[in-house]
């Protein structure tokens, strides 16, 4: 009999959470549900994906939707994570049908784009994922010196999560939240915040390393002016006493030059791996962001067969391959040739902070 991916039931949701504490955490004082707790509840069973065999669960991966806001406009994002199949019932394909239903299903929410984090490429290729995006992250290798500005730095997780989202809204680029999903990410295993306060009590810049099983020695997660956050990420490496790196999108130029004038240790990475869902609403979207900028000559569309057109009035480009189409809408660091062409629509501004990831 074949095995079909199906969403879990709340009654089959703490098996899956077993099963993934199981096979993803091995050796951890945590469920992985705690790691993930936006994911792993029972409010998102329709996106906690999975095969059984019988009663046992024996692949897994799931979805978590976010709403991007970015300067082009509001983006339905499915994030794919927790991928992972029993050992004895690998190499049947039981990831690829998972893979083929989440991505299916996000097609059928509305999604606008899937993305997912793996090191598996040539695997998401044949489901045409693409590696796309830009992330920065900058190593302090050793302590920096900069002006305290007469700040308080406090290392501590028990912080009003509205004063976190008061900075975290003022990113140009990310998903929407809520002051009770932030309450939720604040008490993930692992997870230091470090944050600055001036003398009127006031927060001016926070930072967050570290994630349960994942990112430790790297500060994710970040809001504030780039002058106290500067002195916030010398505090942090201070008190870390080792090497940390800071994860930046593209949009934060200031925060960039700066701090490579005190770190340059610099690597210059991909998002992750994108797959677009709906080609015409993204589209749609980049073409009105041209016009809202007053560009009258930027062109994008899809042909009936299926040929992808972009470019600026007479110097055109096409291609039939969605990853080429990836790459040209989200940018990527070894793929800049159209930029200077299709700036300042394309690429689009997309980021995914730590917090979010699955």
Request: aromatic content about 10%.
């Amino acid at each position: 009999m074949e095995l079909i991916p199906r969403s879990a039931s709340p009654q089959e949701l703490p098996g899956v959470i077993d099963f993934l504490t199981q096979h993803l955490r091995a050796g951890q004082n945590w469920s992985i549900a705690n790691e993930y707790p936006m994911v792993f509840q029972e409010t998102n069973c329709q996106n906690i994906k999975a095969i059984f065999d019988g009663d046992k669960v024996i692949a897994h991966a799931a979805i978590k939707y976010h709403i991007i806001k970015n300067p082009v406009g509001l983006f339905k994002v499915a994030a794919i994570g927790s991928v992972v199949t029993a050992p004895e019932y690998r190499n049947m394909g039981h990831s690829q049908k998972l893979l083929e239903h989440c991505v299916q299903s996000a097609t059928e929410d509305g999604a606008d784009i899937a993305i997912l984090w793996t090191d598996l490429y040539d695997f998401y290729r044949k489901l045409d994922f693409e590696l796309a995006g830009f992330e920065t992250s900058i190593t302090i290798d050793k302590p920096i010196s900069v002006p305290s500005l007469g700040l308080k730095f406090v290392d501590s997780t028990k912080i009003d999560p509205s004063a976190i989202l008061q900075l975290y809204a003022q990113h140009t680029v990310g998903s929407i939240r809520t002051a009770e999903e932030l309450r939720r990410y604040l008490v993930i295993p692992n997870t230091r915040v470090f944050t600055a306060w001036d003398a009127q009590n006031r927060l001016k810049a926070y930072a967050v390393e570290g994630k349960g099983a994942d990112l430790k020695g790297y500060i994710h997660e970040w809001g504030g002016g780039v002058s106290e956050l500067l002195a916030l990420f010398s505090h942090a490496r201070q008190v870390l006493n080792a090497p940390t790196t800071v994860i930046l999108p593209r949009s934060a130029q200031n925060m960039r030059t700066r701090l490579l004038e005190l770190a340059p240790h610099v690597n210059y990475g991909y998002l992750g791996m994108i797959r677009p869902l709906h080609t015409e609403g993204l589209i749609l979207k980049a073409k009105r962001y041209a016009l809202s900028l007053g560009v009258k000559d930027f062109v994008l569309e899809k042909r009936d067969d299926g040929t992808f057109v972009f470019g600026r009035g007479v110097d055109l480009f096409e291609t039939k391959d969605l990853k080429v189409f990836t790459k040209v809408l989200f940018g990527a660091p070894d793929s800049t040739h159209f930029d200077s062409i299709l700036s300042p629509i394309l690429p689009i501004p997309m980021w995914i902070w730590g917090w979010d990831s699955v």
